[in-house]
């Protein structure tokens, strides 16, 4: 319990407003924990798994009209319009506080109003934050107390400050016409009704860790980046840190934690996963861009993980794991998903819980946006430095999309503003973690499209003024796409584990061991560069997705300054330099 007057005061508003039957402070405790699960199993909220074969694993299906993350109701309500920018949806605060406080009056009677205090970061750290999420969900509370660090020594490190982020879940009746996920960042408050789904709802995690805390790292000097971190200890024992942006369901918790080709592990290279989604990035007492991730634990998609394309996540969902929207296998009482093995059940229920035998049925089993949620201890890769409260030093950045041409497999930025601008034109197709058409390609600038907190023109300059204080300690940065696709549709890099070759090549840049080749969108490797060894491509397809079609970029140019013009005024010089800067050079090129 706490006796921060701040928090106390917001409980007791919100305790006449939702008029819950009593109220239950989660102290982090195993035994509190293990009484909400054994509740939530009577319920049928969730559905515990074979022990043997999944100690401490359940199972839990969200409504079915609420499977994703929903972009089109989620709001920043900051005073004006124009801090919220051209990308976000934006209302005024004073008219959502009231739909919203309407919308959840009354809505926690004969519930139980559940307390979470948590922290984004390690506890203690600088660098970290606190928030307050208040839910009606016992789902919630459980998956709260794996992504993030929950109990009472979080009250004791929040003490009597009024630094906090206030929360406030309520499921209601789940109608998708009254579902909003709003966030009033002059507040530091979170409000989301209507939703039982992670994205939503753990408001810990997209909510506050990035939609707030962009707008926190603005005002304070520091970037919240929807970004993995890994570290690769080369043979000598070094270990370099890269952290990586991509949009959502395109790959970061594989990257995060792949294992190396063969050969490499066996000179010595290792890697070590930091984070899957989220990096918060400050300049360090060192100079250097240090990082953290706020989060404890991996919201990972289901689908395609499977012992080739990430056996470290396999292996860290044998455990404590919460799985959402997949397949229930009922002869053994475990679960499955498309892409596990070649092995469906024949006697499950699907995602939905209707009777499923994947043997017959044309149906997909698992939700295509079905997660697991597991402790970040779990993972066998985990990085030694994972609670080091200073974060650790990254060397280089990289961006990336889910583009089937135009993109090559990797290039690097000539600068840092370069760099910015690099990742201010990403675009990627779209995939089922967001409610939505799928595979349609738009602008996502930093794959922060869904998550920047305030006016994404802002946004841009932010991240330029942060390079100026860098100075010659910036990273370097880079793009890379692993989805390019030959005539049939088909991914011509193998990617997962191979990925690593690529990294490989972006150290070497990083410590100026290799030449590159020089293009108008910056360097490319020459393909002799990237080691093939034990791979099925030759040199000649390698060169295929090495190579930067001029005509598809000028196609892309048209596309580039057609997003530009939604900042308007917004938009730094610099990046209007940058795309003056592409153009000239593209012309001279055709
Ligand atoms: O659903 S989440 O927002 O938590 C995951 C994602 O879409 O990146
Ligand atoms: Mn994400």
């Known amino acids: 319990m706490t006796k921060n007057k701040s928090v106390l005061k917001w409980i007791s508003n919100m305790k006449n407003l939702l008029n819950p039957a009593q109220v239950l402070f989660i102290d982090g405790t195993e035994e509190q924990l293990e009484k909400l699960r054994k509740e939530a199993c009577k319920t049928g909220e969730i559905i515990k798994l074979n022990e043997e074969k999944l100690p401490g694993c359940y199972l839990h299906r969200t409504a079915i009209n609420d499977v994703a993350r929903v972009e089109d109701r989620t709001f920043i309500c900051t005073s004006t319009r124009h801090e919220a920018g051209p990308t976000n949806n934006w209302r005024s605060p004073n008219e959502m506080y009231k739909l919203l406080y309407d919308i959840a009056r009354n809505s926690y009677n004969n519930k139980t109003m559940y307390v979470i205090p948590y922290s984004m970061g390690p506890i203690g750290s600088p660098f970290s934050k606190i928030g307050v999420e208040l839910t009606d969900s016992i789902y919630v509370v ?9 109990g009472d020594n979080v009250w004791s490190a929040l003490g009597e400050s009024e630094d906090w982020v206030r929360g406030l879940h309520a499921k209601c009746n789940l109608d998708a016409e009254k579902r909003y996920i709003c966030h009033f ?33 603005k005002k304070e000097g520091w970037l919240a980046e929807h970004m993995l971190i890994l570290g690769i200890k080369n043979p000598k024992g070094e270990v370099k840190y890269i952290a990586a942006a991509f949009p959502s369901a395109c790959g970061k918790t594989n990257l995060s934690m792949l294992i190396p080709p063969k050969e490499y592990l066996k000179r010595g290279y290792e890697v070590y996963c930091v984070g899957d989604d989220i990096a918060w990035l400050h300049i360090g007492k060192d100079g250097m861009l240090r990082a953290i991730n706020p989060e404890n634990g991996f919201f990972g998609v289901a689908p395609g993980t499977n012992e080739k394309s990430n056996p470290n996540a396999l292996k860290t969902t044998k455990s404590k794991t919460i799985f959402t929207n997949v397949v229930h296998n009922l002869d053994d009482n475990t679960v499955w998903w498309e892409g596990l093995d070649k092995n469906p059940p024949e006697n499950a229920l699907d995602w939905k819980g209707t009777p499923w035998n ?18 970040a201890q779990n993972c066998p890769c985990i990085s030694p430095e994972f609670d080091n409260p200073a974060g650790v030093p990254i060397s280089a950045i990289i961006f990336g999309g889910r583009r089937a041409n135009t993109m090559p497999l990797v290039y690097q930025a000539k600068d840092w503003n370069n760099g910015v601008f690099v990742g201010t034109i990403m675009s990627s197709e779209t995939t089922a973690a967001a409610v939505g058409k799928v595979g349609v390609v738009r602008h996502d600038p930093m794959a922060m499209l869904p998550f920047c907190g305030y006016n994404m023109g802002e946004y841009f300059e932010h991240w330029i003024n942060i390079g100026k204080k860098l100075g010659d300690k910036a990273p370097q940065i880079f793009n890379v796409n692993w989805f390019r696709t030959d005539e049939f549709g088909n991914f011509i890099w193998p990617g997962f584990g191979d990925n690593f070759r690529v990294l490989e090549w972006i150290l070497k840049r990083c410590e100026s061991k290799i030449a590159a080749q020089e293009t ?45 013009k939604k900042f308007g005024d917004d938009l730094p010089i610099e990046l209007k330099k940058e795309l003056n800067n592409l153009e000239n050079r593209l012309i001279k090129s055709i």
Not at 364 to 371: V, Y
Not at 522 to 544: F, H, M
Request: aromatic share 8%.
């Open 142 to 150: 459980l998956n709260m107390a794996i992504m993030t660090r929950v």
């Open 185 to 217: 960042p002059q507040d530091k408050t979170i409000i989301s009704v209507n939703s039982a789904y992670g994205g939503n709802v753990l408001l810990g995690k997209k909510c506050f860790a990035l939609r707030i805390a962009s707008y926190l790292g």
């Open 358 to 375: 994947g043997k017959t049925s044309d149906q997909k089993g698992a939700h295509p946006n079905s997660r697991f949620t597991s402790p």
């Open 520 to 564: 108008p969108i910056g360097a490319v490797p020459n393909a002799k560069d990237i080691n093939l060894a034990g791979l099925d491509i030759n040199e000649d397809l390698l060169k295929k997705i090495l190579d930067v079609d001029f005509k598809l970029w000028a196609t892309e140019l048209e596309d580039i300054k057609a997003f530009y």
